[in-house]
C-alpha cells in the first residue's frame, strides 16, 4: 500500500486510532477461522454460536428469515448453520460487529448510516447474484462474494468514526463537484477510504478476499489475490450506485473498470437483467440490515 503523503499528520492520526479500535470479539474471530477451515462440520460451528445467547438469537432470525428464501421454523442453531452455510454466518457476525464497533452517534450528521448499510447489503446482494450467474466461468460461493460485498466500504465508517467533520467536507465536495466520493477523498484528506479500511482488515485479520476487495474494489485490475471476488463486487457496487444506493440520491458513481466483465465473462444484458432483479427486491436489504442492527 502507498503510504499517502498528503496531509501526512491527519492520516498518522487515523492509523493509530484505528489500532486503537477494539479487536473483532473473540467469539468472532474463532468462528471466522472455524468456517475458514475445511474440517469444521456445522455442529462445531453451532457449538461455537450457542456460547452467545444475542448471536444465537441473530443467526435463528436469519435463517427463518425471507431473505434466505421462504420464511420457515428453524429452532436449531445447528440447522440453521446448515440452511445459511458457512459465508453467510461471516456476513451476518462481521455485519452485526462492524454496526457494534461503529454505532450511530446521534445528531445531525452528513454520514447517513443507514445509506450506507443499505448501499452496502444491496452491493452485497449483487454481488452473491452476479457470482451465481457466472459459476461457469469462475467458481465462487455467491455468499462469499456477499460477505465482500457488504465489507467493501468500512473504510467510510472509519473516516466518519475518526475525522467526522472533515469526512462531512468531503462528502460535501463530492456532491458539489459531482465526483465520486474517493476523488473527495483523495482531494481532500490525500487518502482513500480503500487504504484506509485495509488498515482495518490487517488488524482483524480478515480473510484474503475481504482484505482484498475492501482495497481494490475501485481499480480492481491492482488486485493480487481473490481476484474474481474483487471485480464481481467492483461491479457490484457500481449497480448499488445506478440503483440510486448512494451516503445521498445520486450520488456519483464509482468509475467502472473497461475489463471487468471481460474478465468475468459477464455482458451487458446479464448484468442487465441482475440489476433489474436486484431494483424489484431492493426492500429486502432491510430484513438482513435489521437483524444485524439488533
Ligand atoms: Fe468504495
Ligand atoms: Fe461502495
Not at 484505528?18 to 468472532?28: D, R
Not at 466461468?137 to 472533515?166: N, R, Y
Not at 481532500?188 to 482484505?211: F, S, V
Amino acid at each position: 500500500m502507498n503510504s499517502p503523503s498528503r496531509p501526512g499528520g491527519r492520516y498518522q492520526r487515523i492509523v493509530e486510532n484505528i489500532h486503537q479500535l477494539p479487536a473483532l470479539p473473540s467469539i468472532v474471530s474463532k468462528l471466522i477461522s472455524v468456517v475458514n477451515s475445511p474440517d469444521t462440520s456445522a455442529e462445531d460451528a453451532a457449538g461455537l454460536i450457542e456460547k452467545d445467547p444475542a448471536l444465537t438469537t441473530k443467526v435463528l432470525r436469519l435463517a427463518n428469515s425471507a431473505f434466505y428464501g421462504m420464511p420457515r421454523s428453524i429452532s436449531s442453531v445447528s440447522s440453521a448453520v446448515v440452511i445459511l452455510g458457512f459465508n453467510t454466518l461471516k456476513s451476518l457476525v462481521l455485519g452485526a460487529s462492524v454496526v457494534n464497533l461503529f454505532p450511530e452517534k446521534g445528531g445531525a450528521s452528513a454520514f447517513d448510516r443507514v445509506r450506507f448499510w443499505k448501499h452496502s447489503i444491496v452491493c452485497g446482494m449483487a454481488a452473491r447474484d452476479i457470482a451465481q450467474s457466472i459459476m461457469g466461468v469462475t467458481f465462487m460461493d455467491p455468499q462469499s462474494a456477499f460477505c465482500a460485498g457488504i465489507m467493501h466500504d468500512i473504510g467510510k465508517l472509519i473516516f466518519e468514526l475518526f475525522t467526522a467533520q472533515d469526512y462531512a467536507k468531503v462528502c460535501a465536495y463530492s456532491r458539489e463537484h459531482a465526483v465520486p466520493v474517493s476523488d473527495a477523498e483523495n482531494a481532500l484528506l490525500g487518502t482513500t477510504h480503500a487504504q484506509i479500511g485495509t488498515i482495518l482488515a490487517d488488524k482483524w485479520a480478515l480473510p484474503i478476499e475481504l482484505e482484498q476487495t475492501i482495497v481494490y474494489h475501485h481499480n480492481p485490475d491492482a488486485a493480487q489475490k481473490a481476484e474474481s471476488v474483487v471485480a464481481v463486487v467492483h461491479l457490484a457496487d457500481v449497480i448499488s450506485h445506478n440503483l440510486d444506493c448512494g451516503l445521498w440520491d445520486k450520488e456519483a458513481p464509482p468509475a467502472q473498470w473497461a475489463l471487468a466483465q471481460e474478465m468475468l465473462d459477464i455482458d451487458d444484458a446479464r448484468l442487465g437483467a441482475i440489476a433489474g432483479s436486484i431494483g424489484r427486491e431492493i426492500g429486502t436489504y432491510n430484513e438482513f440490515f435489521s437483524i444485524i442492527n439488533s
